[in-house]
């Protein structure tokens, strides 16, 4: 079964930084493109970043220069490394495969509070 | 306010069709694979539709897909009380380079 499960969330300060993490199974993860999105309350979905499988990187223009993405294929793990966290960060934030015409499966999210 | 324009809620009874628009730019959705998702709220998105018009195993013909122009369409037909749900929309754009969601649709089976 293609699975994707998230951790690392949690509550943080503002200015803070937070590190995200997306196990992947079912699936060989090096083939696959992979993408970060976040949902607010209350909110629609907002894309964050994707990363190709020759390591080639995208961001949202919001969280540019302060998150990064980045893979590890022999752990099958993403990961997204958040810095200098704003409160408008606050999201549930999902990991997706990438396919050619769109993302499948999503993890279940982990929950991101940026509050002080 | 998202570059991909949805409708903010539709409704329609059970039995009956609905449609929900996606309407963007040459540079996204005239030029780019647009899919959808269901999303019921509490739980995380799932594909219905990939490549414009395809759809995944498991997720029944009710379900269909369109594009043209710059405009694409989701279609359900048969609607049950099950579909309530938010709906998105999703293409790539070409000129910024990014992933560009639909404000999302609000499903109401009455």
């Known amino acids: 079964e293609v699975q994707l499960v998230e951790s690392g969330g949690g509550l943080v300060q503002p200015g803070g930084s937070l590190r995200l993490f997306c196990a992947a199974s079912g699936f060989t993860f090096s083939t696959y493109d992979m993408h970060w999105a976040r949902q607010g309350t209350g909110k629609g979905l907002e894309w964050v970043a994707g990363?190709?499988?020759?390591?080639?990187?995208n961001y949202a223009g919001s969280v540019k220069g302060r998150f990064t993405i980045s893979r590890e294929n022999a752990k099958n793990s993403l990961y997204l490394q958040m810095n200098s966290l704003r409160a408008g960060d606050t999201a549930v934030y999902y990991c997706?495969?990438?396919?050619?015409?769109?993302?499948?499966?999503w993890g279940q999210g982990t929950l991101v509070t940026v509050s002080s | 306010q998202s570059v991909l324009t949805q409708p903010p809620s539709v409704s329609a009874a059970p039995g009956q069709k609905v449609t929900i628009s996606c309407s963007g730019s040459?540079?996204?959705?005239?030029?780019?694979?647009v899919s959808w998702y269901q999303q019921v709220p509490g739980t995380a998105p799932k594909l219905l539709i990939y490549e414009n018009n395809k759809r995944p195993s498991g997720i029944p013909d009710r379900f269909s897909g369109s594009k043209s122009g710059t405009s694409a369409t989701l279609g359900i037909t048969g609607l049950q009380t099950g579909d309530e749900a938010d709906y998105y929309c999703?293409?790539?754009?070409?000129?910024?380079?990014?992933?560009?969601f639909g404000g999302g649709t609000q499903l109401t089976v009455l």
């Open positions: 999703l293409a790539w754009d070409s000129s910024l380079s990014s992933v560009l």
């Open positions: 990363i190709g499988t020759a390591g080639d990187t």
């Open positions: 997706a495969r990438g396919l050619p015409g769109g993302f499948d499966p």
């Open positions: 040459s540079s996204n959705v005239g030029n780019n694979y």
